[in-house]
């Protein structure tokens, strides 16, 4: 496991060994990681390497040649594709905890490789991506290709790691993104923007930003329309007035790569803590009107996070995966997120983008 020291490692690690596995954790602080290993020892069976650099990482897992890798590094679009590539090179499965439209569609972009090789390559593993992905295909279930597709994403968590903050300044750098008429179009960020009402009473702003939810949800719909929206970007009209100059600012490179290096050296609460519950949304609408939504419900994000990819990285390890690249849900199903912990919720009366 690339990252073992970081919020989202160390939670993967724990449930890991909480299934059985034998686990080597990597990572670039070795003093970190000596304290992780010991705090881990009675855990289970735990190993650690040390990587100085993302090089030194695809160096080990040619040498080591592990049955699964879990990558937790970001910024994932820097580092999913490369280390991807790697697995496929030594004949190990690959899941990562990407969520940036252009890290998930580069690591599907690897299936050819991977059916060739026989390997598993997953992307988009946590609830960035499964959470509605989960509630698109059970609602497709049974259904003709539909219409239009509309998916929100709103984790509850006690603090963001790095890579979740990554996530958010390259969807930001990227401007808006949207499926319509089956091609994916530019659109002005902060134009997305809906109040949903969550079946608890609260209400909570999410704006349409191109996460791999978005990629997710087109496959899964099969829809030609689709946009996904989140609640981790403030959603106040001053915010969104600037939003487009602050995407602009990081569409420079030289301003994205400075940003994440102060990242990598702060650690940041939430903007808002949005209750003890996460949730996700989703509706599916067809020709002539049809529609239908339903909602998932789990608790803190990084807790079904880490029990996504632990029940993902045991399967493959298992043997139980398909050659090829893939999103989580679109390999192993909605059982999947309520295998972490989730719970769905059919209605057509409770909620919903107003």
């Avoid at 020892?41 to 080990?60: E, N």
């Avoid at 930003?209 to 009209?237: C, K, L, N, Q």
């Avoid at 803590?273 to 529609?291: D, F, K, V």
């Amino acid at each position: 496991m690339l990252g073992a020291t970081g919020r989202a490692g160390r939670g993967v690690a724990r449930e890991l060994l909480a299934l059985g596995a034998d686990v080597v954790l990597v990572s670039r602080d070795g003093h970190a990681l000596d304290a992780l290993a010991d705090d881990l020892a009675a855990a289970g069976r735990v190993r650690t390497l040390v990587a100085d650099d993302l090089a030194a990482a695809t160096g080990l897992i040619a040498e080591e040649a592990p049955s699964v890798v879990v990558n937790t590094v970001g910024p994932f679009v820097r580092t999913s594709s490369l280390v991807a590539r790697a697995c496929v090179t030594a004949g190990s499965h690959y899941l990562d905890l990407a969520n940036e439209l252009t890290a998930v569609g580069d690591v599907l972009a690897l299936d050819p490789l991977a059916r060739t090789a026989g390997v598993t390559v997953v992307t988009g593993a946590g609830f960035g991506v499964l959470a509605t992905e989960a509630l698109v295909l059970d609602l497709r279930e049974g259904e003709e290709a539909a219409e239009r597709a509309r998916v929100v994403a709103m984790p509850a968590v006690e603090a963001l790691g790095t890579a979740v903050l990554h996530s958010l300044i390259d969807a930001l750098g990227d401007g808006g993104r949207r499926y319509l008429g089956g091609r994916l179009v530019r659109t002005r960020l902060g134009v997305d923007v809906e109040r949903v009402a969550l079946p608890d009473g609260r209400t909570v702003t999410a704006i349409g930003v191109p996460t791999g939810d978005v990629e997710a949800a087109r496959r899964a719909s099969g829809a030609g329309d689709v946009i996904a929206y989140t609640s981790e970007i403030p959603g106040g009209p001053v915010f969104r007035t600037f939003l487009p100059v602050l995407s602009a600012a990081l569409a420079a490179r030289p301003v994205r790569v400075g940003l994440h290096r102060v990242v990598e050296r702060l650690r940041l609460a939430p903007p808002v803590r949005s209750g003890t519950a996460s949730w996700a949304y989703a509706r599916l609408e067809w020709p002539g009107g049809a529609r239908k939504e339903a909602w998932l419900s789990t608790g803190e994000g990084y807790l079904f996070t880490a029990r996504v990819v632990a029940h993902l990285a045991t399967c493959l390890d298992a043997g139980d995966g398909r050659a090829g690249a893939y999103t989580p849900g679109a390999l192993f199903g909605v059982e999947l997120a309520r295998r972490a912990g989730a719970e769905i919720i059919r209605t057509t009366h409770i909620g919903g983008i107003q």
